[in-house]
Each structure stands twice: as C-alpha cells, then as structure tokens.
C-alpha cells in the first residue's frame, strides 16, 4: 500500500511561498498524486493532481522527480486564507478506495 | 452540474440511540460513494465506500454499518450510538477512473451524549 508521509504542521508569514513535501515510497506504476486543501468544518477540496513532473493550476504547482516516491504542492504567496490542513493522497488499494493521511495543517502569520 | 447533500448538518443523539444519516448525489451516474468520520482535530477516516448500488466495503470494524439501496444514494447507519460515534461525518463520491478527483458533501456534526 502507498503510505504517505507529510509533516504535521507548518508556519509561513504572508505573501511568502509554502512548499510542502509528501512522501510516498511505495506508489505505484499507476497512482495519481492528489492533493486537497481543508478548512475547519468543511469536506476537503481538491487543489491539483499529477502524475510526474510538473503541473501548475490557477491555485498551486505540484512538483513530482522522476521516481515518483515524493511530491511538494507549492502554494505561491499564501494570504491568512489559505490557513488549512493539506492532504496528499496516493492510489491506495487501487482507485477505488480512497484514504486520507493525518495531513499538514498550514497556519499564515500576518 | 454535480451536486452532493448531506442530512442532517447537525445532529445531538444520546448513547443507545440509533442513527441514520443519508448522502445524496445529483448529476451523475454510476459514482463511487463514501462515508468519512473525522474526530475533533484529526484526519479523515474512512468508514465504508461503495462502487455500485448494494456493494459495501467496510473498512473499520464498529457498530456501523452502511447501506446503498439506489445508485446516488449512500446511508450510514448505527443500532446503538457509542460516546466515540461523536465526530463529522463527510460523505464523498468520485468517478470511476483511476484519477477521478472527489467531490464532498457538507457534512453532518454529530455529538453522542
């Protein structure tokens, strides 16, 4: 199984770029990385996804190396509203069963 | 477009009691369905999801139980609620291919007292 591994929180100060990496070792050939943003007492919502190397949305940028066992969504000059936990989510089981990890929850300092 | 609903938003039950809390999907045909729990400051569990009308999957064994009687509809159930029952409850669906983004409903708060 595709386990992912992302730090626990973070902390960035406005207008600065946030870079958070996943870790997914074990993915395989046919896994898409996905990526979701949640706020407090709302369902996650989908930021971007990708499969390898580089793909940019009106929202963030996801960086994925050529071996695929890491990934790092780029949020580009966060405001306070972009405070949330961020999930990164792997193919586990197959494309069926979809299942969050303990995410990174961002919080932007003023 | 593709619209999912969640009822109740909010829910206040004592221990014992029973639960059923149901999850509609609009606009689409054929969807994955899923039910999540996610306790005060922790991440989503999952709870069971379902890949066609009365196809269940369990993924942690408890006193619920889930049930998908028509194609968009998803319904999570209990005999008897337990403290630990208390949490959000989000359900979610997603097209079948591989890399088929989900979509979440608004959530249902339940607190078991």
């Known amino acids: 199984l595709a386990k992912t591994t992302q730090p626990i929180s973070m902390d960035s100060y406005e207008g600065q770029e946030v870079n958070i990496t996943c870790s997914h070792n074990n993915i395989a050939t046919n896994d898409y990385i996905t990526w979701y943003q949640q706020f407090p007492s709302q369902g996650p919502r989908f930021i971007i996804q990708g499969y390898k190397t580089k793909v940019t949305n009106e929202v963030a940028s996801l960086f994925i190396p050529a071996d695929r066992k890491s990934s790092t969504l780029s949020l580009p000059r966060v405001s306070l509203s972009d405070t949330a936990v961020y999930y990164c989510l792997v193919g586990v089981g197959g494309y069926q069963k979809v299942t969050f990890g303990t995410g990174t929850k961002l919080q932007v300092i003023p | 477009s593709q619209t999912i609903h969640q009822w109740p938003a909010t829910l206040v039950q004592p221990v014992g009691s029973p639960l059923s809390l149901e999850c509609t999907v609009e606009?689409?045909?054929?969807?994955?369905l899923y039910w999540y729990r996610q306790a005060a400051g922790r991440g989503l569990q999952l709870l069971f999801y379902s890949v066609g009308i009365g196809q269940i999957s369990s993924e942690v064994p408890q006193n619920l139980s889930a049930s998908r009687p028509q194609d968009r509809q998803f319904i999570l159930s209990s005999k008897k609620l337990l403290l630990s029952d208390s949490g959000f409850y989000l359900c979610?669906?997603?097209?079948?291919?591989?890399?088929?983004?989900?979509?979440f409903g608004p959530g249902t708060r339940l607190t078991v007292l």
């Open positions: 606009g689409t045909s054929n969807p994955n």
């Open positions: 979610a669906w997603k097209g079948s291919g591989r890399g088929d983004e989900q979509f």
